[in-house]
């Protein structure tokens, strides 16, 4: 069975601070999403990225691909309220199938 | 371009009755995914299809639950005699391609509730 282990489950900090999530693989994927869900609405896309070593930037969001395609990270510099969430990852293979991490639960307090 | 659409928004049911979540894919995309996802919990999946086909339902029971995606209309997921442990947010998901080319677009779910 795959499996895409999230960490951590569960962040609390101040504004202003900084966090990185992670999401890692024993297996390889050909791209890897990145999710933001808000209570009461569906998970919407933040980014996908694709090409071993590749990192992302939006804003203050940078998210960051494994030379293997094996795992991700995402860091947020200086965060605020509203990047309160739950961020979600998603590995996806060569064929449809996508698997899911368990999801960072995100509070920044102001 | 309207986004994808489920209805209802909240369902309520008692035990013993079917459950019937629509879900409209965003024009132009022929996958769709179900998820089921508890509160504070990430998503899980249950069932993948393309017009007219399931392609993959691993995720699904195969007692009580069905789903379907007609060459017209929406995607349906039937839970018949609904029991409490179906209380969740389903959400659909829809994109034009397969995952590894393509996101997931989400709906804003159906929160089932079973009294």
């Known amino acids: 069975t795959q499996l895409l282990e999230q960490s951590p489950q569960f962040l609390s900090i101040q504004e202003g601070e900084n966090l990185t999530v992670y999401c890692n693989s024993s297996s390889v994927f050909s791209s890897l999403q990145w999710y933001r869900q808000e209570p009461g609405e569906g998970p919407v896309l933040l980014v996908t990225?694709?090409?071993g070593g590749e990192v992302k930037k939006l804003k203050r969001l940078t998210f960051q691909f494994g030379d293997a395609r094996k795992d991700s990270s995402l860091h947020i510099t200086a965060a605020q309220p509203g990047d309160t969430g739950l961020y979600l990852c998603?590995?996806?293979?060569?064929?449809?199938?996508?698997?899911w991490g368990a999801g960072t639960k995100l509070i920044i307090k102001p | 371009n309207a986004g994808v659409m489920q209805n209802p928004r909240h369902l309520v049911r008692r035990r013993g009755q079917e459950a019937r979540l629509r879900c409209s894919p965003m024009k132009g995309h022929s996958h769709v995914y179900w998820y089921r996802q508890l509160p504070e919990e990430g998503l899980k999946f249950m069932v993948y299809l393309q017009k007219e086909n399931i392609i993959d339902e691993s995720g699904m029971p195969k007692e009580r639950f069905s789903a379907e995606f007609p060459k017209e209309g929406p995607s349906i997921l039937r839970i018949q005699q609904v029991v409490r442990g179906d209380s969740a947010a389903y959400f659909c998901a829809s994109s034009p391609q397969p995952v590894y080319n393509s996101p997931l677009h989400f709906g804003n779910g159906t929160r089932l509730t079973v009294t």
């Open positions: 990225v694709v090409t």
């Open positions: 998603a590995g996806a293979r060569a064929d449809y199938q996508l698997i």
